[in-house]
């Protein structure tokens, strides 16, 4: 099992930039994918950006491409989503999620499919304001 802790949430304004790390510990050789999701309040889960550790591939959800970049340091074990030209409608809960998903070693690319993820953190509040 693989403990995940966030960091880095916080208010900003329209605009601003934040950076979230995830600091990964425990049985991390166990998984293949990172990512990270978001929940705003009365909606559901959302899959943000998801990292494939085999080569490094990455996925963005279409509501964050071009403006969130997600990352991982090895050394560290630590998986980062550095966020830029927040808006108001990117305000949630955001979660870091660490998983072991057979089909991305042949896609080489990790699912943004909250069923496929079976470590979760306790999250980080990202609060966007107009």
């Known amino acids: 099992q693989v403990q995940l802790v966030e960091s880095g949430g916080g208010s900003v304004q329209a605009g601003g930039s934040l950076r979230l790390s995830c600091s990964a510990s425990?049985?991390?050789?166990?998984?293949?994918?990172m990512a990270w999701f978001r929940q705003a309040p009365g909606r559901g889960r959302e899959g943000v950006a998801t990292?494939?550790?085999?080569?490094?591939?990455?996925y963005y959800a279409d509501s964050v491409k071009g403006r969130f970049t997600i990352s991982q340091d090895n050394a560290n074990n630590t998986v980062y989503l550095q966020m830029n030209s927040l808006k108001p409608d990117d305000t949630a809960m955001y979660f870091c999620?660490?998983?072991?998903?057979?089909?991305?070693?042949?896609?080489?690319?990790?699912?943004?499919?909250?069923?496929?993820?079976?470590?979760w953190g306790q999250g980080t509040q990202v609060t966007v304001s107009s």
């Open positions: 999620a660490a998983g072991y998903v057979a089909a991305a070693d042949f896609s080489f690319q990790c699912p943004a499919l909250e069923a496929e993820y079976g470590d």
């Open positions: 425990g049985s991390t050789d166990n998984h293949n994918c």
């Open positions: 990292f494939y550790t085999g080569v490094e591939t990455t």
